[in-house]
């Protein structure tokens, strides 16, 4: 079974996203850089869980229970800017700090089951 395109894009957005999410959670807050390297992770958020929407190899056509996890991302990404602008540090910490918990790490450890793509392209089975 190969990995087409959306599966490509997807998979690299969310290494990406991955690695610079530890950084941003040991950097410094509030810099410049912590505001520059934060859009690049939103994006990089958004297009995996956009390019979620996009794979559906267990039931063909059909949205599995993991799909929830991208929807949630795709609004708690806003929530997170919106938290910040107006001020409220600690909600966007804690919106941002679930995003990369549960939308990236549970999601990935849910990717790795043998019955999953991902599980299967790499334990085979």
Do not use: D, E
Request: without cysteine; hydrophobic residues 55%; positive net charge.
């Amino acid at each position: 079974m190969a990995a087409g395109p959306v599966i490509q894009l997807h998979l690299a957005a969310t290494l990406a996203a991955l690695v610079l999410g530890v950084v941003m959670l040991v950097r410094r807050k509030g810099t410049a850089s912590h505001r520059r390297l934060g859009w690049i992770w939103v994006i990089l958020m958004a297009t995996a869980a956009l390019s979620s929407l996009f794979i559906r190899t267990i039931h063909p056509g059909q949205f599995s229970p993991i799909h929830i996890l991208s929807v949630v991302t795709l609004l708690a990404l806003p929530w997170g800017i919106y938290a910040i602008r107006r001020g409220n540090v600690q909600r966007h910490r804690w919106t941002m700090i679930g995003l990369f918990t549960g939308g990236l790490v549970l999601a990935g450890l849910f990717t790795l089951l043998p019955n999953r793509l991902l599980g299967h392209l790499l334990f085979g089975g």
